[in-house]
T-cell receptor, first 113, second 115 residues
Framework: GNSVTQMEGPVTLSEEAFLTINCTYT??????LFWYVQYPGEGLQLLLK?????DKGSNKGFEATYRKETTSFHLEKGSVQVSDSAVYFCALLLSGGYNKLIFGAGTRLAVHP | DGGITQSPKYLFRKEGQNVTLSCEQN?????MYWYRQDPGQGLRLIYY???????QKGDIAEGYSVSREKKESFPLTVTSAQKNPTAFYLC??????????????FGPGTRLTVL
């Protein structure tokens, strides 16, 4: 079936550290891939996306590259800030039919000064 | 300011009562969705609607009902048949296109607690 697997959290980092949150997927067809971020008590915000293989999505210093050969979409940031503390969700969107988003379980990131 | 609004932000309900959560969007999106989020888990799809007066069950529709009488509005009713309704509920919308990445935009959520 179609699924998304994210690394388990929490991930705890010091400010200015390098961040990687792993995401791998299983899907039929050619999905689009997304990273969403959720701050405490809020809804989800789209962080970045990629719609085809080798596309790189980027936003606010975060990047992720759609790797079809490894079915991965790892999230990276070169230097995290305390304000990046949140839960990050990887998701895939199946092409065709209705727009069904399939989410990973989320990874909590805590950044300390 | 375009966006999705959900109300109320916090909702308390006694066991056995039905309760309706509001979701409104002014993005002119055709498609709307309801998700449930439980602690430490990803989002699970309850219902979705691609067009006015039409909606479909998602993965966990039992104990919930929806209506889509207007393009802007997609209220969710949590009925007394829902065995474990305490959760964070998120509404989303997207442009309904036949191709391209139809990313979904989310509202701020409603936290429902059953007492």
């Amino acid at each position: 079936g179609n699924s998304v697997t994210q690394m388990e959290g929490p991930v705890t980092l010091s400010e200015e550290a390098f961040l990687t949150i792993n995401c791998t997927y299983t899907a039929t067809g050619y999905p689009s891939l997304f990273w969403y971020v959720q701050y405490p008590g809020e809804g989800l915000q789209l962080l970045l996306k990629a719609t085809k293989a080798d596309d790189k999505g980027s936003n606010k210093g975060f990047e992720a590259t759609y790797r079809k050969e490894t079915t991965s979409f790892h999230l990276e940031k070169g230097s995290v800030q305390v304000s990046d503390s949140a839960v990050y969700f990887c998701a895939l969107l199946l092409s065709g039919g209705y727009n069904k988003l399939i989410f990973g379980a989320g990874t909590r990131l805590a950044v300390h000064p | 300011d375009g966006g999705i609004t959900q109300s109320p932000k916090y909702l308390f309900r006694k066991e056995g009562q039905n309760v309706t959560l509001s979701c409104e969007q002014n993005l002119n999106h055709d498609a709307m969705y309801w998700y449930r989020q439980d602690p430490g888990q990803g989002l699970r799809l309850i219902y979705y609607s691609q067009i006015v007066n039409d909606f479909q069950k998602g993965d966990i529709a039992e104990g919930y009902s929806v209506s889509r009488e207007k393009k802007e509005s997609f209220p969710l009713t949590v009925t007394s048949a829902q065995k474990n309704p305490t959760a964070f509920y998120l509404c989303a919308s997207s442009i309904s296109r036949t191709s391209g990445s139809n990313e979904q935009f989310f509202g701020p959520g409603t936290r429902l607690t059953v007492l």
